[in-house]
């Protein structure tokens, strides 16, 4: 069975610097896509960035990056210049194909506090 | 675009009672998931939709849980009769497509059971 695992419950990064929040996954597929998903205190969580699992090259979305290593099966977010607004709860999510359903599986999820 | 909506935001009962959770998936989505967080904890999968069939309900807890999407619009989650450990937030998501593109949540609904 897949697991996704965040090791962090809590961070914090001043505003401006740069945060890692990390992800493992377990999985015996090969291919699959792995999501980090932002939930802001509002409480809707929204895609923040997406990777599929044949592509070497790392997702970037402006401020958000990720570190991609497959034969680790690591999966961390990157963010850059964090700003007062990127405080949430974000979650690392892995989605399979083997089986024929789109389930996402998610991990526990780290809060992550913005100080100005 | 109206986005993914939840009724309630909040639901208090006693156990043994009955509630019912409303999603309103974005228009034209077939695809329709339930999740549910307990505190502190992943947020763990309960069922998925295409249109108005199951297409997987693994991870419903068990019979006291019962999802319809009629007419593949709208869904509903009953528990009956709840249980203390029901508690946690219930959110709803839906995606267009194949089920791989990215997920719209609602923003969930609390469900206290004391």
């Known amino acids: 069975a897949q697991t996704v695992t965040q090791s962090q419950p809590e961070m914090s990064v001043q505003e401006a610097e740069t945060v890692t929040l990390s992800c493992t996954y377990d999985?015996?597929?090969?291919?699959?896509?792995l999501f980090w998903y932002k939930q802001p205190p509002s409480r809707q969580m929204i895609l923040v960035i997406r990777?599929?699992?044949?592509?070497?090259q790392n997702a970037t979305e402006n401020r958000f990056s990720v570190n991609f290593q497959k034969a680790a099966k690591s999966f961390s977010l990157k963010i850059s210049d964090s700003q007062l607004g990127d405080t949430a709860m974000y979650f690392c999510a892995f989605m399979g194909l083997a089986s024929g359903t789109y389930k996402y599986i998610f991990g526990t999820g780290t809060r992550l506090k913005v100080l100005a | 675009e109206a986005g993914v909506t939840q009724f309630p935001s909040h639901s208090v009962i006693e156990k043994g009672q009955t509630v019912t959770l409303r999603c309103d998936p974005i228009s034209g989505h077939d695809n329709l998931y339930w999740y549910r967080r307990v505190m502190g904890k992943e947020i763990k999968f309960l069922l998925h939709f295409v249109k108005e069939s199951k297409q997987d309900e693994s991870g419903m807890p068990n019979n006291r849980f019962l999802a319809e999407r009629t007419g593949g619009t709208y869904s509903t989650l009953k528990v009956q009769p709840a249980e203390l450990e029901d508690s946690g937030v219930y959110f709803c998501?839906?995606?267009?497509?194949?089920?791989?593109?990215?997920?719209?949540f609602g923003s969930g609904t609390q469900l206290s059971v004391l």
């Open positions: 999985t015996s597929e090969n291919n699959y896509y």
């Open positions: 990777q599929e699992a044949y592509k070497q």
């Open positions: 998501a839906s995606s267009q497509g194949k089920g791989n593109e990215k997920l719209f």
